[in-house]
């Protein structure tokens, strides 16, 4: 199981750079980037609701579920 971040995107369709969304939720554009670049291991409710907000969209639409790919025998 994995989760993937799809902040890159939501971004691109918003017309934001990382900068000036990391400003306006109140982190680090290093944490941002870490975000954006899927090497995140936890995100802060808090965070998720600031990106949310700024990017007027759900948490679904950042957050994607990917089930592993069973082996073949």
């Not at 939501?10 to 680090?28: E, Q």
């Not at 759900?58 to 957050?63: A, F, M, R, S």
């Amino acid at each position: 199981m994995s989760i993937r971040i799809n902040l890159d995107v939501m971004m691109a369709r918003r017309h934001i750079a990382a900068g000036d969304l990391a400003d306006r939720i109140g982190i680090t554009p290093a944490n941002l980037s870490i975000l954006k670049n899927n090497k995140a291991k936890a995100v802060r409710f808090s965070t998720l609701e600031a990106l949310c907000r700024e990017l007027d969209c759900q948490p679904g639409d950042i957050l994607e579920y990917l089930p592993d790919e069973e082996e073949s025998p």
